[in-house]
């Protein structure tokens, strides 16, 4: 027996040393990997010390204030970066270049700051929150939309964000949920007792439900009158646990690619290309506190009082968790009233031999359950055969559809789903949307069509396949407004028309 228990002792021994070994191994083959890529550029670098941060919410507590940092970054941008990037006809696409066409100082205004729309007597208020390496740009369209029909519009700049993509790599979501609680508390010295509504994209929205969440509880006033979610970061990866370390490892001499895990050329003039691993830190560790709250929450039954909440999301989306957003949420409130309206991919294109058998298991998954407490309406083909659309509605509590209305839309011939980052963006956007701008020179990442040899681009083609515009917006921008328009008590509150 003595024998044995040596024998597995050693055995043991022998497992955890190859273990250890092999971890080693594929790390170093990592760091192989990384340190061969993009070098890092002075924007991944250089520190902007006028940036917000938690710890000065105390002094910095009026959306004046937070615009006076913005303009104290923007003179630190433009000493540290700009004026030491080279410029001219090689540099004409690089963000950091002076006068380059990806220069976002070129546009009016300049979609990096943050921004406020809509009259002094407004209807109500509107806070938008842009995603982790985004801009207020992104939510741009849904506000001005909103902002002209009287309500008063705040989209507000994360800190970290707007600037250069060394923000990524010390901004923490309690920065991020400072800033929230800034610009709500602006509107709502603003508008008295108007209603306010949060609309929060991807890691916007996991902001926009921490502080709803908060006033929940107490601790943050006023509630919100609505939400509006738009493929929002409720759960992301696991694998993002891990990414503490390699930020570790990046601050070790020769090791700064490690803080990366995209490193790719700055051209876009409102979101960063690069994303660091605090990033990815920051919103594992913001999904987690959330999820925490809510299950939390509803331990003792669904949550009640929750503002009505419409979810925007696509069935297939490599960035976020689209599961999670029923599982760690929706599940979890009582049925007051809230939606998600879910994307399908495009049917007709599964009958393409290229196409896995189906992308989209979430759809299935969503119409068969008869115990959601919350309305679903499918944005999906008419039939298998046809490419037109049709919004499919099932109330909570419902095995079935009862409603279906055409919307006169179809899936575009060389589209077979949605994407994270299209759900925003009008087809007629001029960044991102389906034809160029008539001005030329301006910079256009819409509908792009370059072909060659592989390995030739700096570009990764995944970047190049991913959709950027909704091509199903004008529906969607007409349900949003309806739902704060209901939420304001400013329309009938029945749910959608029913047109078989």
């Given at each position: 027996?003595?024998?044995?228990?040596?024998?597995?002792?050693?055995?043991?021994?022998?497992?955890?040393?190859?273990?250890?070994?092999?971890?080693?191994?594929?790390?170093?083959?990592?760091?192989?990997?990384?340190?061969?890529?993009?070098?890092?550029?002075?924007?991944?670098?250089?520190?902007?010390?006028?940036?917000?941060?938690?710890?000065q919410?105390?002094?910095?507590?009026?959306?004046?204030?937070?615009?006076?940092?913005?303009e104290?970054?923007?003179?630190?941008m433009?000493?540290?970066?700009?004026?030491?990037?080279?410029?001219?006809?090689?540099?004409?696409?690089?963000?950091?270049?002076?006068?380059?066409?990806?220069?976002?100082?070129?546009?009016?205004?300049?979609?990096?700051?943050s921004?406020?729309?809509?009259?002094?007597d407004?209807?109500?208020?509107?806070?938008?929150?842009?995603?982790?390496?985004?801009?207020?740009?992104?939510?741009?369209?849904?506000?001005?939309?909103?902002?002209?029909?009287?309500?008063?519009?705040?989209?507000?700049?994360?800190?970290?964000?707007?600037?250069i993509?060394?923000?990524?790599r010390?901004?923490?979501?309690?920065?991020?949920?400072?800033?929230?609680?800034?610009?709500?508390?602006?509107?709502?010295?603003?508008?008295?007792?108007?209603?306010i509504?949060?609309?929060g994209?991807?890691?916007?929205?996991?902001l926009?439900?921490?502080?709803?969440?908060?006033?929940?509880?107490?601790?943050?006033?006023?509630?919100?009158?609505?939400?509006?979610?738009?493929?929002?970061?409720?759960?992301?990866?696991?694998?993002?646990?891990?990414?503490?370390?390699?930020?570790?490892l990046?601050?070790?001499?020769?090791?700064?690619?490690?803080?990366?895990?995209?490193?790719?050329?700055e051209?876009?003039?409102f979101?960063?290309?690069?994303?660091?691993?605090?990033?990815?830190?920051?919103?594992?560790?913001?999904?987690r506190?959330?999820?925490?709250?809510v299950?939390?929450?509803?331990?003792?039954?669904?949550?009640?009082?929750?503002?009505?909440?419409?979810?925007?999301?696509?069935?297939?989306?490599?960035?976020?968790?689209p599961?999670?957003?029923?599982?760690?949420l929706?599940?979890?409130?009582?049925?007051?009233?809230?939606?998600?309206?879910l994307?399908?991919?495009?049917?007709?294109?599964?009958?393409?031999?290229?196409?896995?058998?189906?992308?989209?298991?979430?759809?299935?998954?969503?119409?068969?359950?008869?115990?959601?407490?919350?309305?679903?309406t499918?944005?999906?083909?008419?039939?298998?055969?046809?490419?037109?659309?049709?919004?499919?509605?099932?109330?909570?509590?419902?095995?079935?559809?009862?409603?279906?209305?055409?919307?006169?839309?179809?899936?575009?011939?060389?589209?077979?789903?949605?994407?994270?980052?299209?759900?925003?963006?009008?087809p007629?956007?001029?960044?991102?949307?389906?034809?160029?701008?008539?001005?030329?020179?301006?910079?256009?990442?819409?509908?792009?069509?370059?072909?060659?040899?592989?390995?030739?681009?700096?570009?990764?083609?995944?970047?190049?396949?991913?959709?950027?515009?909704?091509?199903?917006?004008?529906?969607?921008?007409?349900?949003?407004?309806?739902?704060?328009?209901?939420?304001?008590?400013?329309?009938?509150s029945?749910?959608?028309?029913?047109v078989?």
């Open positions: 027996m003595t024998h044995l228990l040596r024998a597995l002792g050693a055995l043991g021994r022998y497992l955890v040393v190859a273990l250890l070994g092999f971890f080693l191994g594929v790390l170093l083959l990592y760091v192989w990997w990384v340190r061969s890529g993009p070098t890092v550029q002075p924007w991944h670098v250089v520190e902007l010390e006028s940036e917000f941060t938690a710890d919410a105390a002094e910095v507590r009026t959306l004046a204030d937070y615009r006076r940092l913005e104290r970054l923007e003179q630190e433009d000493a540290k970066v700009f004026a030491v990037t080279p410029k001219g006809p090689d540099y004409a696409l690089l963000r950091y270049s002076a006068g380059s066409a990806s220069d976002p100082r070129q546009w009016s205004p300049n979609w990096n700051h921004f406020e729309l809509g009259p002094e407004a209807l109500g208020g509107v806070l938008l929150l842009h995603g982790m390496s985004d801009s207020p740009y992104s939510l741009r369209a849904l506000g001005e939309s909103l902002a002209g029909r009287g309500y008063r519009v705040l989209g507000l700049r994360m800190p970290g964000h707007g600037t993509p060394s923000g990524l010390t901004v923490t979501w309690e920065d991020m949920a400072a800033a929230t609680r800034l610009g709500v508390r602006h509107l709502a010295e603003s508008l008295g007792d108007k209603p509504h949060l609309m994209y991807s890691t916007g929205g996991a926009a439900l921490d502080y709803t969440l908060n006033a929940l509880k107490g601790m943050a006033v006023p509630t919100p009158a609505s939400l509006v979610l738009v493929s929002p970061a409720i759960g992301i990866t696991p694998l993002a646990a891990l990414t503490p370390w390699f930020d570790r990046a601050r070790l001499p020769g090791l700064d690619q490690l803080a990366w895990t995209a490193n790719l050329p051209f876009d003039p979101n960063y290309n690069s994303f660091s691993v605090n990033a990815s830190v920051q919103v594992h560790r913001m999904t506190s959330a999820a925490a709250w299950r939390a929450m509803a331990a003792e039954g669904p949550i009640q009082s929750f503002p009505p909440t419409l979810i925007l999301l696509t069935a297939v989306d490599a960035t976020v968790s599961d999670a957003v029923a599982d760690q929706l599940k979890h409130l009582a049925s007051d009233g809230h939606e998600l309206i994307y399908d991919i495009n049917r007709f294109a599964l009958k393409a031999p290229l196409i896995v058998a189906d992308p989209g298991p979430l759809t299935r998954r969503l119409i068969d359950d008869a115990t959601l407490p919350f309305a679903v499918l944005i999906t083909n008419a039939s298998p055969d046809s490419r037109q659309v049709v919004a499919r509605r099932k109330p909570a509590f419902s095995g079935n559809f009862t409603a279906s209305e055409p919307l006169n839309l179809a899936w575009p011939d060389d589209t077979i789903s949605l994407s994270h980052v299209d759900l925003p963006f009008p007629d956007d001029p960044l991102y949307g389906l034809y160029p701008p008539k001005e030329r020179g301006q910079m256009f990442l819409g509908q792009l069509a370059i072909r060659g040899e592989r390995g030739v681009l700096k570009i990764p083609a995944q970047w190049l396949l991913r959709l950027r515009h909704n091509p199903f917006y004008d529906y969607q921008e007409r349900r949003v407004i309806e739902w704060i328009e209901r939420a304001s008590g400013r329309s009938d029945s749910s959608p028309a029913e078989h």
